[in-house]
């Protein structure tokens, strides 16, 4: 019997799936080779359809960005002038 070891099989944390970033260069390579034709394409289309098509495509050309939350509230008016001068350092510090 396999003995199990414990992590995470697969890709490791971070690491590209390479058939998408391979599908991700050949519609790159796609519009590279074709610019012209489908930038006459889009002009023929209506700016509806301009928009829809590429909102559609935009995720294949570019990273997706994720969602951040911020779930904690400042409360400026129950902080110190000490925690204010700390919390003004930390923003323009960055």
């Known amino acids: 019997m396999a003995k199990f070891e414990k992590g995470n099989p697969g890709r490791p944390k971070g690491a590209k799936n ?5 599908m991700r260069d050949l519609i790159q390579k796609l519009f590279d080779d074709n610019y012209q ?19 559609d495509l935009l995720p294949y050309l570019l990273p997706k960005l994720q969602t951040t939350t911020h779930n904690q509230e400042l409360n400026f ?4 002038d000490e925690e204010l ?6 923003i323009v510090d960055e």
């Open 18 to 22: 390479k058939i998408n970033t391979q």
């Open 77 to 80: 008016d129950s902080m110190t």
């Open 85 to 90: 001068d700390i919390l003004i350092n930390r």
């Open 37 to 55: 034709a489908i930038q006459e394409d889009l002009e023929a289309l209506e700016a509806k359809d301009r928009l829809k098509f590429l909102s």
